[in-house]
Nanobody, 120 residues
């Protein structure tokens, strides 16, 4: 069982930056690939970014590529999402998720979400 807690969301003007954090309560954090997802009101959940177990590989949605950076610190059991050049269309609840080897493309654990609001 893994608990994930996001923090760092808030209100920011277009063009600004935010850094989201996700703290994991597990002794085996490095076993998990980590991802960020988001969901805006009335919209489907959208993949944002993912990072491999030791941070060697990353993946991004086209809509955030070049603006967002995912990273992790396994010593702190924490994954981050640095968001720069924010746009109003980035407004959403952002969720941290974890998946273990053998889970295929399914994420097994999810955080409660943190709200990001970008004003024009």
């Amino acid at each position: 069982q893994v608990q994930l807690v996001e923090s760092g969301g808030g209100l920011v003007q277009a063009g600004g930056s935010l850094r989201l954090s996700c703290a994991a309560s597990t002794r085996t954090f490095s076993n998990y690939e980590m991802g960020w997802f988001r969901q805006a009101p009335g919209k489907d959940q959208e993949f944002v970014a993912a990072i491999s177990r030791y941070g060697g590989f990353t993946s991004y949605a086209d809509s955030v590529k070049g603006r967002f950076t995912i990273s992790r610190d396994n010593a702190k059991n924490t994954v981050y999402l640095q968001m720069n050049s924010l746009k109003p269309e980035d407004t959403a609840v952002y969720y941290c998720a974890a998946r273990a080897p053998g889970s295929g493309n399914r994420y097994d654990y999810w955080g409660q979400g943190t709200q990001v609001t970008v004003s024009s």
